[in-house]
């Protein structure tokens, strides 16, 4: 059992405590938070609905910019051969988002990144070759379906013998250059743990199969759907909680989902703080309101409340041509791609 931390001594009811729990952020927001090409949600009667979510949003960025941020100058040179990139998706996806994602940010990266998803795909598989990772994992929005995939990415990240891992969703847009730049002031045989939380304060939960005579814990963890990464250094650390499948009893124990399981064995029993970064964007927060795009390292995109969330940025396609804004975003950030002009435009 868990619920979201507070400094208050007084009961919170169930449906409170729900409403703030990271299984809700993780799982709920796919009802309320919809992306472009999947059916819109009925408008609502009260436009200033749109208003109140987003300043919500702006809680939740504040909050990044409470942690530690990183040294000023370099301490290791990068190069993206040190990277192990591991994207979560599904088999509904693999058309809808994944392709898009092959199409851009994937297209230049294909050596450092792996798909994990939970089907066998022929035609992703020719394009990909053994870097579509088929988990057999179940195709269902569960905490266990969650944690078995990011299991199976764990274990992948220890035998690849990277640097630095660094998961994503599939629809976030990497910026590898970006995501290269920052974790090069962090040395990967120390421990790093760097992401975005989605929630204002840590999270409470208890390390047992039930309420009765456990522990709670507090910690942060960094949201799977803006990204985060983790060094070797913290990675080795972590296997009696996440190897050989272990990440799944793991997650189990405490009842949440695979992106807060990585903070409770990061945080709570490793004692290593989430480094938090303004730079991971998920479709959790206003986009439009993101600046230089060239500098972020990851993207994302969504609706909400029947309105288009996404990154403002101005480009030869327009919002018809590319709902997501990833194109554009490809674009700004390699305008040598033959696709970005001229008849080649997909």
């Known amino acids: 059992m868990w619920k979201p931390s507070s400094g208050s001594a007084n009961p919170v009811g169930p449906a409170a405590a729900s409403a703030v729990t990271c299984l809700l952020v993780t799982v709920m927001l796919v009802v309320t938070v919809e992306h472009p090409g999947e059916d819109p949600v009925e408008p609502p009667g009260d436009e200033k609905l749109f208003s109140a979510y987003f300043r919500r949003l702006t809680r939740e960025r504040r909050a990044t910019r409470t942690g530690r941020s990183a040294p000023r100058a370099p301490v290791e040179r990068l190069s993206a051969e040190d990277l192990f990139i591991a994207v979560k998706t599904t088999g509904r996806y693999h058309r809808q988002r994944l392709e898009l994602q092959l199409d851009t940010w994937i297209s230049r990266n294909m050596q450092q990144?792996?798909?994990?998803?939970?089907?066998?795909?022929?035609?992703?598989?020719?394009?990909?070759?053994?870097?579509?990772?088929?988990?057999?994992?179940?195709?269902?929005?569960?905490?266990?379906?969650?944690?078995?995939?990011?299991?199976?990415?764990?274990?992948?990240?220890?035998?690849?013998?990277?640097?630095w891992f660094c998961h994503v969703d599939d629809d976030n847009y990497l910026n590898v250059a970006a995501l290269l730049k920052l974790l090069s002031h962090y040395s990967h045989t120390q421990d790093v743990y760097i992401g975005r939380p989605s929630l204002e304060r840590p999270i409470e939960a208890s390390d047992g199969p039930d309420s009765a005579g456990t522990t709670q814990v507090r910690f942060w963890f960094a949201t799977g759907g803006a990204g985060f990464c983790l060094s070797r250094g913290v990675a080795l650390k972590m296997k009696p909680w996440a190897s050989d499948g272990a990440f799944m009893a793991t997650a189990e124990s405490i009842r949440l989902p695979d992106d807060c399981a990585v903070g409770y064995i990061v945080e709570a029993l490793l004692g290593v703080s989430l480094i938090r970064s303004a730079l991971f964007h998920s479709h959790l927060e206003n986009l439009g309101l993101v600046s230089d795009v060239r500098s972020q390292v990851t993207l994302s995109y969504g609706k909400v409340e029947n309105r288009r969330n996404i990154v403002n940025v101005k480009g030869t396609f327009s919002i018809k041509e590319d709902p997501t804004r990833f194109r554009s975003v490809h674009c700004l950030l390699y305008p040598d791609t033959p696709w970005c002009h001229g008849p080649q435009r997909p």
């Open 113 to 163: 990144t792996y798909v994990f998803s939970d089907g066998e795909d022929e035609k992703l598989r020719k394009r990909m070759g053994t870097h579509l990772i088929n988990t057999n994992c179940s195709a269902a929005h569960t905490h266990q379906a969650l944690s078995c995939k990011m299991a199976l990415e764990y274990d992948t990240f220890i035998k690849s013998g990277k640097k």
